[in-house]
């Protein structure tokens, strides 16, 4: 049995627990909810207690876009319009404080986090999930691009042994620099396992929509693959783990 830790970011919360059975594909955790509330002060408008019930254009639960009218201050001639400038929710009205709060629409992706594996939830926390597998797994600590499934390619130095040779295959370097990444992409390597990024990061990768697996593990996990070249292994990006087949 192999015991395969997920680490978690600030912005996920797990949502299985100790002793849970989890499938392949199962959703383990989420994104925290990161909208914001947002405080409309219309004291601040010249609207008194006395008026504010009153001034209101929206009511508790109704939608908000950018641009809208939320009150009117009431003058003799004309009434002055205050807008909304968030998208959201009207969440609570404060009429003692003439407040009014609007729950802004998250703009966060919330993609979950899937397990890779079937297998039992061992620990559980705020910081990483770690389930007991029967599978050959190896744990990630970032991963970009898409899934790759093929033979796995430990190569000692870098840029020398790329060559056509690596073409449908996943290789690893522990030290991963911008010539060598995108030579390899080049060659057609369908992955790239490191153990550190140099002269680039994820973002200038992702910007590029990669059409293959770019993977970040630790040294001691890093070991592990030094064994395995000529095997094939799979990179799971979602999962975060690569899975010895």
Not at 45 to 64: A, P, Q, T, Y
Request: glycine residues 8%; aromatic residues 4%; hydrophobic residues 40%.
């Amino acid at each position: 049995m192999t015991l395969l830790p997920i680490n978690l970011s600030k912005e996920f919360v797990p949502i299985v627990s100790k002793g849970q059975k989890v499938s392949v594909g199962e959703i383990i955790a989420k994104k925290k909810d990161s909208s914001a509330e947002n405080v409309i002060h219309l004291q601040n408008f010249g609207i008194s207690s006395k008026e504010f019930k009153s001034s209101l254009k929206k009511n508790l639960g109704d939608k908000v876009v950018v641009g809208d009218i939320v009150a009117v201050k009431k003058k003799i001639f004309k009434g002055q319009k205050i807008l909304s400038d968030t998208a959201g929710t009207v969440s609570k009205i404060d009429e003692q404080n003439c407040d009014l709060y609007i729950k802004a629409e998250s703009t966060v992706e919330g993609k979950p986090l899937i397990s890779p594996v079937e297998g039992i939830v061992e620990i559980c926390n705020n910081e990483q999930i770690v389930i007991k597998t029967a599978k050959n797994a190896i744990s990630v600590k970032d991963a970009l691009g898409k899934d790759a499934i093929g033979e796995f390619l430990y190569l000692k130095t870098l840029p020398l042994g790329l060559n056509e040779s690596i073409e449908g295959k996943i290789i690893a370097n522990e030290t991963l620099d911008k010539v060598s990444l995108y030579k390899a992409l080049g060659l057609g390597a369908i992955g790239i396992i490191a153990v550190e990024l140099k002269d680039l990061d994820f973002i200038e990768i992702q910007e590029r929509n990669v059409d293959a697996a770019i993977v970040l593990v630790d040294k001691e996990e890093f070991k592990k693959l030094e064994k395995i070249s000529g095997k094939k292994v799979l990179c799971d990006v979602k999962g975060k783990a690569i899975l010895i087949l």
